[in-house]
Antibody
Framework: DVELVESGGGLVQPGGSLRLSCAASGFTFSDHYMDWVRQAPGKGLEWVGR??????????EYAASVKGRITVSRDDSKNSLFLQMNSLKTEDAAVYYC????????????????WGRGTLVTVSS | DIHMTQSPSSVSASVGDRVTITCRAS??????LAWYQQKPGKAPKFLIYAASSLQSGVPSRFSGSGSGTDFTLTISSLQPEDFATYYC?????????FGGGTKVEIK
């Protein structure tokens, strides 16, 4: 099956760190740009960050709200995506979704055609 | 950042109704727009991209239109499984942004 499975969420104190993981299966992970999107409880969707593929030098891009505090990385040999979050704030509490960008022979596009089930991050003292 | 405004924020409709949701971008995004459906407790599902292209496997009762700043998602005949929240998303300009969502509720 084609799927993304997140893990690593949990309760962390303000100022703490957390590393989320996403395991991909059923498709050629290395071909795709991958992103993290989050959703605070009862709120809408917010894009967090992106990592491009190897042909595009694994370039990363981040939302202003998290830039400097998060790092998106990937291990294509293990079909895995990661989100390292530091200096966590209460407003970072959310379900974090691992997402795959839609790609074709022309390239990858900022459309998310595959989502994981999400992992919940709670930031509280 | 490009601001995406959806209207209405919620709509009550009956099975079989035609439902139209509007998404307006704060600046021209061409046709770089996607629509997603999200049910409670579930991840969003990808419905439409490039404003009007239906993702594989999505029922043909869903359609999208528009370009520039004004876009619509239409459900031609609402089915019980379509009650959900719908989000638009612009893919034209960094950072990508989502609309606030439109909840389609049972009347």
């Amino acid at each position: 099956d084609v799927e993304l499975v997140e893990s690593g969420g949990g309760l962390v104190q303000p100022g703490g760190s957390l590393r989320l993981s996403c395991a991909a299966s059923g498709f050629t992970f290395s071909d795709h740009y991958m992103d993290w999107v989050r959703q605070a409880p009862g709120k809408g969707l917010e894009w967090v960050g992106r990592i491009r593929n190897r042909p595009d030098s694994y370039i990363t891009e981040y939302a202003a709200s998290v830039k400097g505090r998060i790092t998106v990385s990937r291990d294509d040999s293990k079909n895995s995506l990661f989100l390292q979050m530091n200096s966590l704030k209460t407003e970072d509490a959310a379900v974090y979704y691992c997402t795959r960008e839609k790609c074709d022979i022309s390239g990858c596009y900022w459309y998310f055609d595959l989502w994981g089930r999400g992992t919940l991050v709670t930031v509280s003292s | 950042d490009i601001h995406m405004t959806q209207s209405p924020s919620s709509v009550s409709a009956s099975v079989g109704d035609r439902v139209t949701i509007t998404c307006r971008a704060s600046q021209d995004i061409g046709s770089w727009l996607a629509w997603y459906q999200q049910k409670p407790g579930k991840a969003p599902k990808f419905l439409i991209y490039a404003a009007s292209s239906l993702q594989s496997g999505v029922p043909s009762r869903f359609s999208g239109s528009g370009s520039g700043t004004d876009f619509t998602l239409t459900i031609s005949s609402l089915q019980p499984e379509d009650f959900a929240t719908y989000y638009c998303q612009q893919a034209n300009t960094f950072p990508l942004t989502f609309g606030g969502g439109t909840k389609v509720e049972i009347k």
